[in-house]
């Protein structure tokens, strides 16, 4: 998801993310995603993150976790 994401948004991520987005999925459940769209909207390409996840490692999450992702990505910059 994090070469992913970089590939997308063109840029090198701390390696924070590696910590931070790690833990953040292993509790994976969010209700916010309508406002962390509007608080970034530049990270919209990101929204196919939990398909991306379903891909590489076969894990099912939630559609709304995209905005998570999208915050994760937004802090590692």
């Known amino acids: 998801m994090i070469s992913y994401a ?3 948004i063109m840029m090198p991520l701390s390696d924070h993310i ?3 987005l790690t833990d953040h999925l ?4 969010n209700k916010l995603l309508g406002e962390i769209k509007v608080l970034y909207k530049q ?3 990101l ?3 939990p398909f991306v996840m379903y891909r590489s490692v076969g894990v099912e999450l939630p ?7 999208a ?3 937004h802090t590692a910059k």
């Open 18 to 20: 590696h910590i931070s």
């Open 26 to 29: 292993s509790f994976a459940y």
């Open 43 to 45: 990270n919209k390409k």
């Open 47 to 49: 929204e196919s993150m």
């Open 6 to 8: 970089e590939g997308e």
């Open 71 to 73: 915050l994760h990505i």
């Open 63 to 69: 559609d709304d976790e995209a905005g998570y992702v």
